[in-house]
């Protein structure tokens, strides 16, 4: 299933919550996000209101309390935001995202190891 990109960055932060801990409420959702962004209610409110209008979460009244959760599988989400900013920032020159993402950054044996087995697996 191809998701379309264009989650805000606002949407983001909510999704993430939903892909951590799916179904919530509006009162979750403001419980983790609050103290970190500082959100009213309405704001949330209005960023859910805008994701349903995506397709990128659904919601269920068939409960005491309305819940959230995420229709978009979190991996594909990123995968498919990942391409669109492949395409729209580095003109698809993967080289160049790669080398930009790792610039000015110390890279750990461990990522160095992981990006060794995924250049592998393509390779073989």
């Not at 995968?79 to 995202?97: A, C, K, Q």
Request: include cysteine; hydrophobic fraction near 35%.
């Amino acid at each position: 299933m191809k998701y379309p990109t264009g989650l805000s960055e606002n949407e983001w932060y909510i999704m993430q919550v939903l892909w951590e801990d799916a179904p919530a409420t509006l009162r979750e959702i403001c419980g983790k996000l609050q103290p970190v962004k500082g959100w009213s209610r309405h704001a949330v409110t209005s960023f859910l209101k805008r994701m349903l209008e995506k397709g990128a979460v659904q919601a269920d009244d068939s409960g005491k309390v309305r819940t959230y959760t995420p229709v978009w599988s979190k991996e594909e989400t990123i995968r498919e935001e990942t391409d669109s900013i492949l395409e729209r920032v580095y003109h698809g020159d993967l080289l160049l995202m790669v080398s930009n993402a790792v610039q000015g950054r110390r890279v750990t044996e461990e990522e160095m190891d992981e990006l060794r087995r995924i250049l592998d697996r393509l390779d073989g």
